[in-house]
């Protein structure tokens, strides 16, 4: 089970931390993924971070601006420097083999309930 915490409304520019957290096994060698949506488009993949070997990964539109990291059975989504166009539900991801890549929904078997992101202007 995933839980995810950590939204809330904030101005552009301010910086927000998305937790995950992992219970109910250990993930600790999982992908760990965190996607977003906003309203009226699909699903997009934002960032990961392979349980295995510690490897990180970006969607374009946040590198540099997001890390993502894990603590124990916690994955987190530091996000600095908001952008209106960062608005959506936040989802947190969870891959036993990331058989498809780290990008693909479909690699993730489980997922949490969503946190909302709003970013002001």
């Known amino acids: 089970q995933l839980q995810a915490s950590g939204g809330g409304l904030v101005q552009a520019g301010d910086s927000l931390r998305l937790s995950c957290a992992a219970s109910?096994?250990?993930?600790?060698?999982?992908?760990m993924g965190w996607f977003r949506q906003a309203p009226g488009k699909e699903r997009e993949f934002v960032a990961a971070?392979?349980?295995?070997?510690?490897r990180t990964y970006y969607a374009d539109s946040v590198r540099g601006r997001f890390i993502v990291s894990n603590a124990q059975n916690t994955v987190y989504l530091q996000m600095n420097s908001l952008q209106p166009e960062d608005t959506a539900v936040y989802y947190c991801?969870?891959?036993?083999?990331?058989?498809?890549?780290?990008?693909?929904?479909?690699?993730?078997?489980?997922w949490g309930q969503g946190t909302q992101v709003t970013v002001s202007s």
């Open positions: 991801a969870a891959s036993e083999n990331g058989g498809f890549g780290y990008s693909p929904s479909g690699s993730y078997e489980y």
């Open positions: 109910g096994g250990t993930f600790s060698d999982y992908l």
């Open positions: 971070f392979a349980g295995r070997n510690g």
